[in-house]
């Protein structure tokens, strides 16, 4: 009896549904029309940059005739860079570095030749250029820092036999600068200088040179215009710089010149060039709001009296005396109302009776 | 049979918006971009926008342009066949909101130059990359100034602080240091700190602001070494001890300086040292001697343009 097996497959060829299925799938398969096949067309990849090495070798030519080499050969690396295989900027780097590396030796060389001459005008323009044609050009570099900088330092040669006190006394002429050689030898080791070791210790400038005196500054001038009381020189100096802007010293200056001259009419008794010139001050320097005050009640009772003259005068009929006087009373209080309208009746019946005559 | 082709949708083309080789990166820009964010990818440095801005010629960046990083320094020293680049180096003491004299500044008119300097190109730089510049490594914008402010007022917290932070300038303020007390009118070493965090650098402007410059009368030579010794050592252990920060730079008291003060600053590691003489500094400036522009309170603006050459002609 044929055993009956438990893994057999439907493909077995002894199971007969399995084989019928089988044969089915390779038919249909074969009828069936082939996959579709994928027409995969070419990448079309835009070069955002295609603009870039035309414009950096526009660039380039531009920098060139401007003498600008290093920006120029900058550029030619950019074209260089975007288009590897063009042959033109590889020979554009290469002639305009030669190029430059001429123009910064023949700089350097020139450059030098001045130093040497002591025309350092000359020699910074040339080292700079120099620099320019080649930045990493240590000896321009060297040479430019030369050629500015007087030397600070004095470079001593340590001799065998040489102190602290020897070289003191030898380049400051100073025993009492042996603590300043000690002290710049020993910054870089602690003890007496070594022969062949080399020193920088700085020079020591002589005792300070007599100043010129400064120009003064205008509100200095004005200080010492007031001090030598020349007032009104004072106040229009002053009055420029509070002009310019405001200032605390200007404006004390002008307070203080306008005092002193009212003070000095008030001494002469002119009283009313006293009031104008107090008037010009500010009421919170020294005693201005008093002297005001006082000034002004007195001209008001001098006013009065010369009015009433007036008036006196104006009765008698003698016009040209009241009109005198009353001119008088408006110097002193030019807000007396009632001088101002007889001044002008007395004027008008003047002009009127030389009119008649 | 013959075989069916089907045409598919062709691939999106693949595009290739940066290269980078040795000396340059080539860029197109994307809409995100600006100066800062290609400068922070391409240099490390988003600081260097201005490096993209001067190469190509450009203000500002518009997607589909195709631009070029340096990735080097391409003109150190701001050298040109015309001339050289300068560098000002500007200098302010006090400040204040209504007056002004020559050394105090009003707070309008410093908000005013600061505006000029914005509205015309000028980029504001530290000492740290003026010695760059200096030292013929490092390039700079072609329009370079630097900002210091000397002594430790406290209008320089109330009025410049704030104005300096406006502008987002860097800025060195050069400490004396016995003027630090913290009453009404100077700076406090908190004030200072706070500073220091924001921007402004903080260097030596020595102890007392004696001037370094001659011994006084009575002195001997011996006392007045030992004096300059201290203005520098102390003023320079208060500072590293306040700000944990070391020092670099001094500003000369009264700009005034001579070998032997040259001689201890390099002796002790500074690295340049600034006078007030009036002038603008090309790479070749000597370190110890760089020139520095007061700006006085009764300038203008015109007064305040004159100070910034940047270019210096061969002719």
């Known amino acids: ?357 | 049979m013959p075989q069916k082709r089907v045409a598919l949708p062709p691939p999106k083309p693949r595009i290739i918006n940066t290269r980078v080789f040795a000396d340059f990166a080539a860029v197109i820009v994307q809409p995100k971009d600006t100066l800062t964010s290609l400068a922070g990818k391409y240099l490390h440095d988003a600081s260097k926008g201005w490096v993209i801005a001067e190469f190509n010629e450009v203000n500002e960046l518009k997607p589909g342009q195709a631009i070029i990083i340096p990735l080097r320094p391409y003109n150190r020293g701001g050298l040109s066949p015309n001339g050289y680049q300068t560098v000002p180096v500007l200098c302010y003491h006090k400040f204040s909101k209504t007056i002004s004299d020559r050394m105090t500044v009003r707070a309008k008119d410093f908000e005013g130059q600061m505006r000029f300097l914005r509205e015309n190109g000028y980029h504001v730089i530290s000492l740290d990359q003026l010695f760059g510049f200096l030292t013929f490594k490092n390039q700079i914008p072609k329009k370079s100034v630097v900002i210091t402010i000397d002594d430790g007022w406290r209008s320089t917290y109330d009025i410049a602080y704030p104005i300096l932070k406006q502008y987002n300038y860097p800025a060195t303020l050069f400490v004396y240091t016995n003027l630090i007390t913290g009453n009404s009118k100077t700076l406090s070493w908190d004030l200072i700190r706070v500073m220091y965090r924001n921007g402004i650098d903080m260097e030596c402007h020595t102890k007392t602001h004696r001037s370094l410059h001659w011994k006084r009368g009575d002195e001997s030579f011996r006392q007045y070494f030992d004096a300059v010794q201290a203005e520098l050592n102390e003023s320079t252990r208060v500072l590293k001890k306040k700000l944990n920060k070391e020092i670099h730079y001094l500003a000369y008291p009264y700009g005034d300086t001579s070998h032997l003060v040259i001689a201890l600053l390099k002796e002790k590691g500074f690295r340049a040292a600034l006078t007030v003489k009036r002038g603008t500094n090309p790479f070749f400036q000597n370190r110890y001697r760089l020139y520095r522009s007061m700006i006085y309170g009764n300038y203008t603006l015109n007064d305040f343009k004159r100070n910034l050459k940047v270019f210096a002609s061969f002719r």
């Open chain 1, 1 to 357: 009896m044929r055993q009956h097996s438990t893994n057999k497959h439907w493909w077995d060829a002894g199971t007969y549904p399995g084989l019928v299925l089988l044969l089915g799938m390779i038919f249909f398969q074969a009828c069936a029309p082939p996959p579709p096949r994928r027409v995969i067309p070419p990448v079309v990849r835009k070069d955002p940059f295609r603009n870039v090495p035309a414009l950096y070798r526009l660039k380039a030519r531009q920098k060139e005739n401007a003498r600008d080499l290093p920006a120029a050969i900058f550029c030619w690396r950019i074209v260089q860079s975007f288009r590897p295989e063009d042959p033109e900027p590889r020979a554009e780097i290469r002639r305009l570095s030669l190029k430059a590396k001429a123009e910064a030796e023949k700089h350097l060389a020139l450059g030098l030749e001045y130093l040497r001459n002591k025309k350092t005008g000359a020699a910074r323009h040339h080292l700079l250029m120099a620099l320019f044609y080649r930045p990493g050009d240590r000896k321009a570099l060297e040479s430019l820092e030369k050629a500015l900088f007087p030397p600070e330092a004095i470079t001593y040669h340590v001799k065998k036999g040489d102190t602290n006190l020897s070289i003191a006394k030898k380049l400051y002429h100073d025993p009492q600068k042996t603590f300043l050689v000690a002290y710049f030898a020993g910054s870089r080791h602690n003890g007496p200088p070594v022969p062949g070791e080399i020193l920088y210790l700085p020079l020591i400038e002589g005792p300070p040179p007599v100043k010129k005196p400064r120009p003064l500054t205008s509100i200095q001038k004005a200080r010492s215009l007031f001090a030598r009381k020349k007032y009104r020189e004072a106040i229009s100096l002053a009055e420029n710089i509070v002009a310019y802007g405001p200032s605390k010293s200007a404006r004390e200056i002008i307070n203080g010149s306008y005092y002193a001259l009212a003070l000095q009419k008030l001494k002469e008794n002119r009283l009313v060039e006293a009031r104008k010139l107090f008037e010009m001050v500010n009421r919170d320097y020294g005693k201005t709001a008093d002297y005001i005050r006082n000034l002004t009640n007195q001209l008001r009772v001098r006013a009065d009296y010369h009015y009433k003259k007036g008036v006196r005068y104006f009765l008698d009929e003698k016009l040209a005396r009241a009109i005198s006087e009353w001119e008088t009373t408006l110097r002193l209080n030019p807000e007396h109302a009632r001088a101002r309208a007889d001044l002008k009746k007395a004027r008008a019946m003047l002009k009127n009776l030389n009119g008649l005559q």
